[in-house]
């Protein structure tokens, strides 16, 4: 496979990154999801909606996944080391 660099604007670039649904995405993967639906809408334009309602449900469901994991992480008990020494 061969690849290529491709010159964008950091806006662009910022709206390509809100387009990820894993931190692992790449810029090809976002782009042929974009090009993927396009050509649905080209020859379907209803199920073309169907897919970009069900990419935002699953976008806003990992998102929520996320926030939970995040904020038990920051709820977890912090233990400051030295305490732990002491105890010992």
Do not use: G, V
């Amino acid at each position: 496979m061969d690849i290529t660099t491709i010159k964008l604007y950091k806006q662009t670039k910022l709206r390509l990154d809100n387009l990820r649904f894993h931190k692992r995405d790449s810029y090809d993967d976002i782009l042929q999801r974009i090009l993927n639906i396009l050509n649905i809408c080209r020859i379907n334009p209803e199920k073309a909606k169907l897919k970009l309602i069900s990419i935002e449900k699953y976008r806003k469901r990992e998102l929520r996944k996320k926030n939970l994991t995040s904020s038990h992480k920051s709820s977890a008990p912090q233990q400051n080391p030295q305490s732990y020494m002491a105890t010992r």
